[in-house]
């Protein structure tokens, strides 16, 4: 009899949702070229109360960046641990661009990590990263990127999948807000602003109840010109913004639903920047800062803000650390992969370059778990930026050291005229300033100064958070300078940066 009623029992908890899942899930977030326009960041015209909600019971970053506003550099960055100067992804992944990180970069790798340390790991959405066999995860659902809403249903499966007793780890990857899907007609503009993934006309993606921006209430950033076609396409924007939140509230709805909630951190966060020129592709604050959101049901502190610089190589070693998989003082796997054998034992790669003749024996990011546990501590003193490439033809390396003081960017290409993104030079916002002239406004700078850039840019973030005066040629900063050129130089060796050569022969 007690037998049968413990049965009964069990069923029955089963049947309302309160099964034993697993602890310590992962649902980790990345959208493709988001600034931090969510209203938890202050945004009064942004439309996303499933992240705020999520804020609001978790942790803001409010000093989140990118270490390079380029898609598949950064997701290189975000899935290794490791700059992109030093895990070989030097740029985009797909077409004829074919950037690819080292093959030896699968001991640090952040699904194969994961993994190793006793989870089932799913991806959907965007990837962009290579080689597979390197970022490989054991389950691949597919789902449309444009639409977050049907992502999270398509996922629902794997979530809540309980025949396998692994805490589960979901690599959740929109396309949305990217430029894309063509332009809207319905303009009265002559340069009319891009969809940014939105159907035409004022229709809906399926499942979504779509939010629709008068471009009068959007919120233009200090990088961007106020301008008819600007406002135009920050509109188009943030309706792209609001349906992502559309699937994240349906993912938390479905966790819910599984008892998981209160079981899974849930990590959101974008690639880099929004993609308007004096965004991606730049090392400006409009380029590399992103939003970052943690809710850790685990921690006590909930509903706090955290202003601790952090970067994305910091990602998957803290992962990791939630998942009980780092090992603290090595700072890289406790289970870690000979990448050696690995590639032995496949056959594969034998006579390859996999680890630009230096071994990956540790992240170059730190764990942010301890500010999860007390948000007033800080976490970098200074961080920096690495960009080379966005597609194949835009070489224009540039080098970054920031703190809270102070920004010292290197545009060690300057000779150049700065190089731009197919997307960004069609883009209405753009070709409007650009039709006006060199000395058109545009944001802080003019058109001709954003396309001819100086050798040194210096800025003081305190008194000039908007990058709006560089300090580089003024004459009381000439020691700043030079101490940030000395910290740069000093990261760069650190984190084994081939271009740190270009200081002795250019």
Request: glycine share 6%; with cysteine.
């Amino acid at each position: 009899m007690l037998i049968r009623s413990l049965l009964c029992l069990a069923a029955l908890l089963a049947a309302v949702g309160l099964s034993d899942a697993a602890e310590r899930n992962v649902i980790f977030i990345i959208t493709d070229d988001e600034s931090p326009t969510l209203g938890c960041y202050g945004d009064q015209a942004a439309k996303t109360p499933a992240i705020d909600a999520i804020a609001a019971d978790g942790l803001v970053f409010r000093n989140a960046f990118a270490t390079t506003a380029s898609c598949s550099a950064s997701r290189s960055v975000v899935m290794s641990g490791l700059h992109n100067h030093r895990n070989g992804q030097f740029g985009h992944q797909h077409h004829y661009h074919k950037f690819a990180s080292f093959h030896d970069v699968v001991s640090l790798a952040m699904p194969r990590v994961m993994q190793r340390a006793g989870y089932r790991t799913g991806q959907i959405g965007k990837y962009h990263v290579a080689p597979e066999t390197v970022f490989q995860f054991e389950t691949y659902l597919k789902g449309n990127g444009r639409n977050a809403v049907a992502m999270a249903e398509a996922s629902k499966a794997f979530i809540t999948d309980d025949s396998d007793q692994r805490p589960f780890f979901l690599y959740f990857a929109t396309s949305d807000p990217h430029r894309g899907g063509g332009k809207d007609q319905t303009s009265k503009q002559t340069l009319k602003p891009d969809l940014f993934g939105n159907k035409p006309n004022g229709q809906s993606h399926p499942g979504v109840d779509e939010v629709f921006f008068d471009p009068a209430d959007v919120i233009v950033p200090p990088f961007l010109p106020d301008t008819v076609e600007t406002r135009e396409e920050l509109a188009q924007y943030y309706q792209s913004c609001a349906r992502i939140d559309a699937g994240v509230a349906k993912l938390v709805e479905i966790l819910k639903a599984a008892n998981l909630y209160d079981k899974t951190m849930i990590v959101f966060t974008s690639d880099h920047g929004m993609a308007f020129a004096g965004g991606k592709t730049t090392v400006y604050e409009g380029g590399l800062r992103v939003p970052f959101v943690v809710r850790d049901p685990y921690q006590t502190q909930r509903g706090v803000v955290s202003d601790a610089l952090i970067s994305h190589i910091d990602i998957t070693p803290s992962l990791l650390d939630f998942a009980n998989g780092l090992d603290q003082d090595l700072n890289r796997p406790k289970s870690m992969l000979n990448a050696a054998k690995f590639w032995k034992d496949r056959g594969e790669a034998l006579k390859e370059n996999r680890n630009g003749n230096q071994p990956f024996a540790q992240y170059h990011g730190q764990s942010w778990m301890p500010v999860l546990a007390d948000p007033t501590i800080e976490h970098h003193e200074t961080i920096m930026a690495s960009h080379t490439f966005h597609e194949i033809q835009m070489y224009y390396p540039m080098r970054v050291v920031r703190d809270k003081k102070y920004k010292l960017i290197w545009n060690i290409a300057h000779p150049l005229p700065f190089p731009f993104a197919s997307d960004l030079w069609a883009a209405s916002s753009w070709q409007a300033q650009l039709a006006k002239g060199d000395d058109a406004n545009y944001g802080q700078m003019t058109v001709g100064r954003y396309v001819q850039r100086p050798e040194f840019e210096l800025y003081d973030m305190q008194s000039d958070p908007y990058e709006s005066t560089n300090l580089a040629d003024s004459d009381g900063h000439q020691q700043i300078l030079k101490q940030y050129q000395a910290k740069l130089k000093a990261f760069q060796k650190t984190y084994h940066d081939p271009w740190i050569m270009k200081w002795r022969y250019e």
